[in-house]
């Protein structure tokens, strides 16, 4: 059983749309984490991190994490198309999640 | 500062061989993960050394490998190529200051393993 699921998408957005991802994870230990943006071909970088309940943000990205519900999600406000690759999730321990495509049409 | 450097970036082999791969991380970052990335698995962690001692390891066989010099280079050898071997190949450094919770990871290019 994977440890940590995320939806692979592709999830589609209109450009200036809210994307929203999300991911859910098993560890109940897992204390922070992490979300990289991986484009074709490219490595992955990281966007943010976050380790508290609640709400993180950082320009148009805001990271949630409700560990109650073993839960942590993603959104990106006023997407873009240089937005479009794909989300990767990872708790500390860096199993990372499938990852989502988004998708930013313009 | 310099980024993570992996080389080679690509590399060729035929079943049966050994491959060798390296990371070079930045500056002061103590901790090198590898990682193995294909389309139909993702990204799976292998293992992870920090101070010349493996930390943390992943699902793999006993034929994937790796090491830490005390410069904390890092080398990721493969014995006994299968075709299935064929990813890129992600290594990513870490500062490793405080709590590891905390330690965000930065990667490399990747090598892209090709097994004929």
């Known amino acids: 059983q994977k440890e940590v699921e995320q939806n692979s998408g592709p999830l589609s957005v209109p450009e200036g749309a809210i994307a929203s991802l999300n991911c859910t994870y098993s560890d109940r230990g897992s204390q922070s984490f992490f979300w990289y943006r991986q484009y074709s071909g490219k490595s992955p970088e990281l966007i943010m991190f976050?380790?508290?309940?609640g709400d993180k943000e950082d320009g148009r990205f805001t990271a949630q994490l409700n560990k109650a519900s073993q839960y942590v999600s993603l959104l990106i406000r006023d997407s873009q198309p240089s937005d479009s690759a794909t989300y990767l999730c990872?708790?500390?321990?860096?199993?990372f999640g499938a990852g989502t495509r988004l998708t930013v049409k313009p | 500062k310099a980024g993570v450097t992996q080389t080679p970036r690509y590399l060729i082999k035929t079943r049966g061989q050994q491959v060798t791969l390296s990371c070079s991380p930045i500056s002061g970052h103590r901790s090198v993960s590898w990682y193995q990335q294909t389309p139909g698995q993702g990204l799976q962690f292998l293992f992870e050394y920090f101070s010349e001692t493996q930390r943390n390891k992943g699902n793999f066989p006993g034929r994937f490998s790796g090491r830490q010099f005390s410069n904390s280079r890092s080398e990721m050898n493969v014995s006994t190529l299968e075709l299935g071997d064929s990813a890129l190949y992600l290594c990513a450094s870490s500062p490793s200051r405080g709590p590891p919770s905390y330690n965000e990871q930065f990667f490399g290019p990747g090598t892209r393993l090709t097994v004929l």
């Open positions: 990872a708790p500390n321990d860096m199993r």
């Open positions: 976050i380790y508290s309940n």
